[in-house]
């Protein structure tokens, strides 16, 4: 099927009907379903054994007793010590950046749209952990704290082929995140043969930090995600004609004094120096809040009319284990996924709303990763309470 044959210009999404629900076999957690334009499939990447594998599958065929038919499957790393991923294609080719256990480190991945070609290339890490030569790469020691497996990578531009890797900032205690730093890398050269150059374009040698321009200082928590949007008139939250690009960041703010986060979203239009982000709305802070919920690793879905789908995991009245100040490990962090629909000025819309979101897995899911496959279908990758990785797929309703 075109990845992007059909367009919904007119048409308003209202609700989705379920496909199919089954595992990937062999995947233990981060499912990742990236739909790729070259191929016009769905590449799937996913954790095991803390090493990262890719695979394809056709999400209209049903899937067997034993889960979803994974054709292609590569293990892409023999690390032993991956933890955390994120998977974008871009320019043709399938881009996944990663944390090892330490959170001290950052490599990407560049493979073709066949993954018969892929290299495994350094970017970020801690010189004094690991004494390493650095070279072109970025020395994580001269920022403030950072963990690298609160990560994400997008592409960040549409005319040089440059993505944007971004790595949570924590304050001097390391619980609340202040920020991200953002390492802009040029991957024109792929498949590379070298570590990736570093766009000396932005900031100071291809890194700068982002913070909520409106507060002064960005208290996401847990796991941000990043679009790049091509046209911003078509998703501008002011409603605005004018051409151009637009980068969001969509991540979960502080807790309150409820011990409730809200969903945030942030945007700058300034590509080449996006110091500051600007705080567009807070998405859920209504009703969501009143029930003393955690949201964090939340992802969206954007359409052609300005709409978005949001999706994150809900772990309902964690006071036991939080305080509006500081964060401990939860016992667990399994939780329910959730999902809204926000309409083009981020109001919402339809069926689904903040006191009454979709609810795709009740109770015992982590980790989600939603993405689009053509006009019509909507794939959710996530893991369960018993170390299984699966793949959800539904139809959406446009009227």
């Not at 801690?126 to 994400?152: C, E, H, I």
């Not at 082929?161 to 991957?187: E, P, R, T």
Request: net charge negative.
């Amino acid at each position: 099927m075109p990845i992007r044959s059909e367009t919904e210009t007119t048409a308003t999404f209202r609700h989705l009907v379920p496909m199919f629900h089954a595992r990937v076999p062999g995947a233990s957690k981060w499912v990742f379903p990236a739909p790729d334009d070259v191929s016009g499939s769905v590449a799937v990447s996913w954790e095991s054994g803390q090493d990262l594998y890719i695979g394809r599958v056709d999400p209209e065929a049903p899937p067997t007793s034993t889960g979803w038919a994974v054709t292609s499957s590569t293990q892409l790393t023999g690390l032993g010590n991956v933890s955390d991923h994120f998977h974008v294609v871009a320019f043709g080719y399938h881009i996944i950046v990663f944390s090892t256990g330490d959170a001290n480190r950052v490599r990407m991945i560049v493979a073709d749209s066949s993954f018969s070609y892929s290299t495994e290339s350094e970017i970020a890490l801690s010189q004094s952990a690991y004494g390493s030569s650095m070279g072109n790469l970025v020395d994580l020691d001269d920022y403030a704290k950072t963990k690298t497996n609160d990560l994400y990578v997008v592409q960040a531009s549409t005319t040089s082929n440059l993505v944007a890797i971004g790595i949570g900032l924590y304050d001097s205690s390391g619980l609340l995140q202040v920020g991200h730093l953002i390492i802009m890398v040029n991957i024109s050269s792929a498949p590379l043969t070298t570590d990736p150059a570093l766009d000396t374009s932005f900031g100071s040698g291809g890194v700068a930090e982002f913070r909520d321009s409106s507060t002064g200082t960005l208290t996401f928590q847990y796991m941000a995600t990043a679009n790049y949007l091509a046209q911003a008139a078509a998703y501008s939250s002011s409603g605005g004609t004018g051409s151009g690009y637009e980068w969001q960041v969509l991540a979960p703010s502080r807790m309150d004094s409820n011990y409730a986060t809200t969903i945030e979203l942030l945007s700058t239009s300034d590509l080449e120096t996006p110091s500051e982000m600007t705080s567009i709305e807070r998405i859920t802070n209504d009703g969501v809040d009143d029930h003393y919920h955690f949201l964090s690793m939340p992802m969206q879905v954007l359409f052609n009319n300005g709409m978005r789908f949001i999706v994150c995991r809900d772990i309902p009245d964690p006071s036991t284990v939080f305080s509006s100040t500081s964060s401990s490990s939860l016992p667990s962090d399994y939780g329910s996924l959730v999902g809204w629909l926000l309409d083009e000025n981020l109001d919402f819309a339809g069926w689904y709303t903040s006191s009454n979101p979709k609810t795709f897995v009740a109770g015992r899911g982590n980790r989600p990763h939603v993405a689009r496959y053509g006009r019509h279908i909507l794939l959710l990758g996530y893991d369960d309470t018993n170390g299984e990785g699966w793949m959800m797929a539904y139809w959406m309703v446009f009227v």
